[in-house]
C-alpha cells in the first residue's frame, strides 16, 4: 500500500540552527501539505502545495520557514533559525488532485530544539 | 475563516461499549467535506469517516458511523462496540468545496480511552 514517506522520523536541534525536512507524497498525488503539530493540539496548515507551486502560505512564518517542491513530487521544509517555540510534529499529507478525496498523512517529524 | 471545535477534551468508554465524540464548525459555505481522523500513539493520522455536506444521509464505516447535522454545523462520530485498538486521538477535520481551497481544518483533538 502506497504512504506518504517523511524523514528523519526525530530531530533534536539547538537553537539558531538550520534543521530540514523531507517528505516524498503517494506517487501521483497533485497537491502536498506540510502541518504542524503542537503537542496535544490540532494540525495546523504552514504551506499547501498544487504540483510544484504554493497555493497556501499565509501561516508559514516566512522570516525563518521555506518550503520548496521543485519537480512537483517531494518536498523540503526548512527552518533557519530553529527556535525553542518550534519544537513540534511536522506532518507531511498529500491528496489526489479531484477535491472530494480525503488527506493522507505520513508519520511525521518530531521536532526538539534545545 | 471556517473553525472546527471538540468540546471533550478526553473521553473514556469501556471496551465493548458505544462513545459518541463531539465536533461542531462554523462555515459560510454550502459545499465542503468533513472528516474523522484517527492517531494511534505511534502518530500516522489514517481517515475514520467522510461526510459530503450535500449528502443527507450519515456516513458510516463498519462500526463508525457519523450524525450529521447540517443546519445546527455538528458532525458527531460515534464508535460501536469499542476496541482497545480505537484508543487514539481522534480530528474532526473541515474541508472547503471550492477548488483550490482544499485544506483541512482540524478540530483540537479529543483523547479517547478504552477501559478493558
Known amino acids: 500500500e502506497a504512504e506518504v514517506a517523511q524523514s528523519p522520523r526525530y530531530k533534536i536541534t539547538e537553537k539558531s540552527q538550520a534543521v530540514a525536512f523531507w517528505c516524498d507524497p503517494i506517487?501521483?498525488?497533485?497537491?502536498l501539505y506540510w502541518y504542524r503539530q503542537i503537542l496535544g493540539q490540532g494540525p495546523e496548515l504552514l504551506v499547501q502545495?498544487?504540483?510544484?507551486?504554493?497555493?497556501?502560505d499565509s501561516q508559514l512564518p516566512k522570516d525563518r520557514f521555506s518550503a520548496e517542491r521543485l519537480k512537483g513530487v517531494d518536498s523540503t521544509l526548512k527552518i533557519q533559525p530553529a527556535e525553542l517555540g518550534d519544537s513540534a510534529m511536522y506532518l507531511c499529507?498529500?491528496?489526489?488532485?479531484?477535491?472530494?478525496?480525503?488527506?493522507?498523512f505520513g508519520q511525521g517529524t518530531r521536532l526538539t530544539v534545545v | 475563516a471556517q473553525t472546527v471545535t471538540q468540546s471533550q477534551p478526553e473521553m473514556s468508554v469501556q471496551e465493548a461499549e458505544t462513545v459518541t465524540l463531539s465536533c461542531t464548525y462554523d462555515?459560510?459555505?454550502?459545499?465542503?467535506?468533513l472528516f474523522w481522523y484517527k492517531q494511534p500513539p505511534s502518530r500516522q493520522m489514517i481517515l475514520v469517516i467522510r461526510?459530503?455536506?450535500?449528502?443527507?444521509q450519515n456516513a458510516t464505516e463498519n462500526r463508525f458511523s457519523v450524525n450529521f447535522q447540517k443546519a445546527a454545523k455538528s458532525f458527531s462520530l460515534k464508535i460501536s462496540d469499542s476496541q482497545l485498538g480505537d484508543a487514539a486521538m481522534y480530528f474532526c477535520?473541515?474541508?472547503?468545496?471550492?477548488?483550490?481551497?482544499?485544506?483541512?481544518?482540524f478540530g483540537q483533538g479529543t483523547r479517547l480511552t478504552i477501559n478493558p
Open positions: 502545495f498544487q504540483d510544484e507551486s504554493v497555493v497556501d
Open positions: 462555515t459560510s459555505e454550502s459545499d465542503y467535506y
Open positions: 499529507a498529500s491528496s489526489p488532485r479531484y477535491r472530494s478525496t480525503e488527506a493522507f
Open positions: 506517487s501521483g498525488h497533485a497537491t
Open positions: 477535520a473541515y474541508r472547503s468545496g471550492v477548488q483550490g481551497a482544499q485544506k483541512l481544518v
Open positions: 461526510q459530503e455536506a450535500y449528502k443527507q
